[in-house]
């Protein structure tokens, strides 16, 4: 007898992000103290009774595309770790930092409550096999663990000319280091450009001060890291400088 093997993938969205409210009361936890401990709130505004998990991850960040860079720790105690809401209902998880009390510099997690998946049951045995796969409904927030007197220094520490190589444009490649010992939120980031010489000197009278597409949004730069931009040729500079000064 020939055994046929049948695949059924389930892209499903189970319910829709909306319907999974999520709020984390401080977002920032000392290492002892009161402070070490926030409460998450969990509602389910669906209307279906749903089983979920939160848990904890370390998250660095590329310096180049920005994406984390995450690592399950158990750093924080979660209680409880696991739910099953009814529709409608809340519940609230207490989250611990039961981790290093010597911290010298803030450190970034996510914390993430994902959806468990309650709608697949057994199949009945057979010769033929099904395999299901369902995408389900994850939230993740943002949670930094800080040393009392954390504070951010961001300043831009280098500026190249560069040319893409995809479009064979120039751009201006602008590194943000963050010295500090807390995370910095940069919000709709102006900056003033000016074209220099090889010896670092203002060339001609052109300098223009705006804020570049790029930097028209959120740049979250962690504690002691860099974080690197592109930067479209502005218009009312001239593309045949090499060398160009920023500054916020």
Known sequence: MRHFLFIVIMAIISIPSQALRVELSNDTFSMTGRAANRN?????????????????????????????ELEDVEDFLIYPNQLLLQPDEQQVVTLTWVGSQELTEEKAFRIIVEELNLSLGDEEESDDMTVKVAALTKVVKAAYVAPENARANVEISNVQV???????????????????????ILKQTSIKLTPI???????????????????????NILAKSQRMVDLSWPDGISNAYTAIHVSL
Do not use: W
Not at 162 to 175: F, G, L, N, Q, Y
């Open 162 to 184: 560069i040319t893409d190589a995809s479009t064979s444009e120039k751009k201006i490649r602008v590194t943000f280091n963050n010295s500090g010992t807390a995370h910095k």
């Open 197 to 219: 010489d090889e010896n670092g000197k203002k060339v001609g009278a052109e300098t223009k001060e705006f804020i570049p597409n790029e930097l028209n949004g959120v740049i």
């Open 40 to 68: 998450l709130f969990v509602t389910n505004n669906s209307e279906k009774m749903i089983a979920l998990e939160v848990y904890a991850q370390s998250r660095v960040m590329d310096e180049v595309t920005g994406v984390d």
